[in-house]
């Protein structure tokens, strides 16, 4: 994602290679990733806290679902999606197939 203090950690493959891969995310309490797209699908689900997730190409607090462990969501390819974190830290599986990438939507709210 770029945003500071978020721990990438690859489980599974390499994501800037063809091929399957899975990283998991940990995202520290109170960080909001803003509204970007992956090339890929993605398939998640939450490990620990709780994430709050949303689609559209503005993040909006008001949209985003809580998820808690156990939660699962998809990344369609193209499809900008926005996340965050509130009071709890989170951590977060993330697979896909590679090459991925992560472009931000020029939206600005």
């Given amino acids: 994602s770029g945003v500071a203090g978020i721990r990438t950690i690859v489980l ?3 994501p800037t290679k ?4 899975t ?4 995202v520290p309490a109170h960080t909001k990733i803003a509204a970007h797209a992956h090339r890929d699908d993605r398939a998640s689900v939450v490990v620990a ?4 997730f949303g689609y559209g190409p ?3 607090d008001a ?13 369609p390819a193209g499809q900008p999606h926005y996340a965050q974190t509130r009071d709890q ?9 590679g090459p991925t990438d992560t472009v931000y939507t020029a939206v600005k709210p």
């Fill in 12 to 14: 599974s493959g390499d």
């Fill in 18 to 21: 063809p091929g399957p891969y």
């Fill in 23 to 26: 990283i998991a995310l940990s």
């Fill in 49 to 52: 806290g709780e994430w709050f």
């Fill in 58 to 60: 503005v993040a909006d």
């Fill in 63 to 75: 949209k985003v679902k809580a998820l808690p462990p156990g939660g699962f969501y998809t990344e």
């Fill in 89 to 97: 830290p989170a951590v977060v599986y993330v697979s896909g197939v």
